[in-house]
């Protein structure tokens, strides 16, 4: 029987390295991907011949394609874990100043720069279209059955004024596995995402951690209790997990207003699906 096999991006560094090391512990080869060569190629030869190093851009669809189909081929034709986890705070503010606003050669006002949104949602949601089909494609080496994790935030389920992008992104996130989540376990693939409150990292400017009160640190361990859980239980699915101190909480959805949304939200969906059905231009969707 072949290895399992997982894909981590943003595994050079911070939270994404820890969960690389973490499942390679497990038995699983690992493939580390980042955008950084140099922290990333050192993160896969720490773990010695049963890792290897994938260059990736997330936010490029191709790059992100090629890095499933060429670990999937690494791995012995299985792909059976991955986690969704690199990120970037906010390139450019949405509130920024008027010497940001800059004009095309037409006078329109030239668009903000959404790279977070890529990134951090983006990516995660073709990452789990990939994932799927590779998963599907596993069964004859041993695998057919998927865990898939993405790193929300903390700032998706409070917020965070100073990167209105980032938190929306990470809000994406905590709906796209809340929706999907309950889906994909159908084929054996579950679907759940972290959302760490502050863990010191490389995201975190030398300057912020300089400061930082220690009693408000969340430790990298407590990610990989997350992560634990997640291999654990073969029905964990759509759960945000939120991260902070020594603790792992599950987050439910916000409360339904009243029996009417509560209706809508929980037994309306085959009015959905049935009527969908019958859209042609629905269909297969
Ligand atoms: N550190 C925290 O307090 C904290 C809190 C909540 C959520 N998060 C989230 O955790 C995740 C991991 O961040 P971290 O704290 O470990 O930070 P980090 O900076 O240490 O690691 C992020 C990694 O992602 C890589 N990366 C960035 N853009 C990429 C791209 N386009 N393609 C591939 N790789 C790319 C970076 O090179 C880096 O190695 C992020 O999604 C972040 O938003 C972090």
Redesign the pocket.
């Known amino acids: 029987m072949s290895k399992p096999v997982a894909i981590v ?2 595994a ?5 390295k820890a969960v690389g090391e973490h499942l390679h512990s497990k038995g699983y080869k690992v493939v580390i ?4 060569a140099q ?2 190629s050192a993160a896969a030869a720490a773990l010695g011949p049963s890792a290897t190093f994938i260059q ?4 490029s669809y191709a790059s992100n394609a090629r890095l499933l189909k060429q670990a999937y081929e690494w791995g012995g034709n299985r792909l059976d874990f991955f986690h969704a ?4 705070d906010d390139r450019q503010l949405l509130y920024a100043g008027a010497d940001a606003e800059e004009l095309d050669d037409e006078g329109l006002l030239k668009p903000l720069d959404t790279k977070t949104m890529a ?2 949602l983006e ?1 995660v949601i073709q990452s789990l279209w990939l994932f799927k089909y590779y998963v599907r494609r596993s069964k004859e080496a041993g695998g057919g059955k998927g865990k898939f994790v993405a ?5 998706g389920l409070y917020y965070m004024t100073t990167n209105p992008q ?1 938190t929306a992104s ?1 809000y994406g996130v905590v709906g796209l596995i809340r929706a999907a989540g309950p889906v994909f376990v159908k084929e054996n693939i579950t679907v759940n995402c972290i ?10 400017p030398p300057q912020i951690l300089d400061v930082w009160p220690k009693e408000h640190i ?1 430790p990298l361990s407590t990610a990989l209790k997350a992560i634990d859980a997640f291999l654990g239980d073969d029905a964990m699915t759509g759960q945000a997990v939120e991260l902070s101190q020594e603790n792992i909480y599950f987050r439910g959805h916000v409360e339904w207003v009243n029996e009417s949304q509560k209706w809508i939200g929980t037994e309306s969906l085959h009015i959905w699906d049935e009527a969908y059905a019958k859209i042609p231009e629905k269909k297969g969707y």
């Not at 050079?12 to 994404?16: F, L, N």
């Not at 790193?151 to 700032?155: F, L």
């Open positions: 991006t943003g050079g560094s911070g939270i994404g991907a980042d955008l950084n922290t990333g990736t851009d997330v936010s986890n690199a990120g970037v990134v951090n990516a790193t929300s935030s903390a700032a980032y990470k959302c760490p409150g502050f863990i010191p990292t490389n995201l975190c969340t």
